[in-house]
């Protein structure tokens, strides 16, 4: 199983509708998790950092369930400019401190 | 706000040639990574610093060096650029912990190897 996974998409959604989607992690030593943001040639951003209790920020929402090892991403009443590739990155912290970046997932938002 | 800066947006070079990607923040952030990104392949981790004069391999160090003389600047060297070392190369830093706190990217150098 790969230390991080993502669908890669694209998920192609309306204008104005909800979408989620998953990240999955193999090692249950993990510790820390964040959604990052791609646009199209640019650099990666922090979008949201994950908490255990679940955490939102304005229309997205992000969840983790560490029981199933995976995040989540939900964005509500999308909007065009929500169109960009979302990266899952988790970090284990332990002998060997590492912060594994997933490949992205892919959102297409359609007018 | 916390700036990266890289030196090139763009490069191309020779197979053979040495490159020097140079990477600056101006946050004092102890740490500094070095990533490509390739298509289907995601971010992949060359090479980080936690100090000045302390660097650590990644997951793909083969091809590169790198050196943080000063703080807040931290350069990948390619000693004899190849075909295959064509990608997006993306410079980060962060503080506290290496792998707990967010990451801040620099814009990337497209880099070509011809």
């Known amino acids: 199983r790969k230390e991080v996974e993502q669908d890669p998409g694209p998920f192609n959604v309306p204008e104005g509708a909800t979408v989620a989607f998953n990240c999955t992690y193999s090692n249950s030593a993990s510790q820390s998790f964040f959604w990052y943001r791609q646009d199209c040639r640019k650099e990666p951003k922090l979008l949201m950092s994950?908490?255990?209790s679940g955490n939102e920020d304005g229309r997205f929402t992000a969840q983790l369930n560490r029981a199933s090892q995976y995040i989540s991403l939900l964005i509500r009443d999308s909007k065009l400019s929500d169109s960009a590739t979302y990266l899952c990155?988790?970090?284990?912290?332990?002998?060997?401190?590492?912060?594994?970046f997933g490949k992205g997932t892919r959102l297409h938002i359609l007018p | 706000d916390v700036k990266v800066t890289q030196s090139s947006r763009y490069l191309v070079k020779r197979t053979g040639e040495k490159v020097f990607l140079e990477c600056v923040q101006d946050m004092d952030h102890e740490n500094m990574f070095w990533y490509r990104q390739d298509p289907g392949l995601g971010l992949r981790l060359i090479y980080f610093?936690?100090?000045?004069?302390?660097?650590e391999k990644g997951d793909i160090p083969e091809g590169y060096s790198v050196s943080r003389e000063k703080k807040e600047r931290f350069s990948l060297i390619l000693e004899s650029a190849s075909t295959n070392q064509t990608s997006m190369y993306l410079c980060?830093?962060?503080?506290?912990?290496?792998?707990?706190?967010?990451?801040?990217f620099g814009p990337g150098t497209r880099l070509t190897v011809l």
């Open positions: 990155v988790v970090n284990f912290i332990g002998r060997d401190d590492k912060i594994i």
């Open positions: 980060a830093s962060s503080t506290g912990g290496p792998s707990t706190d967010t990451q801040y």
């Open positions: 994950v908490y255990s």
């Open positions: 610093s936690y100090d000045v004069k302390m660097k």
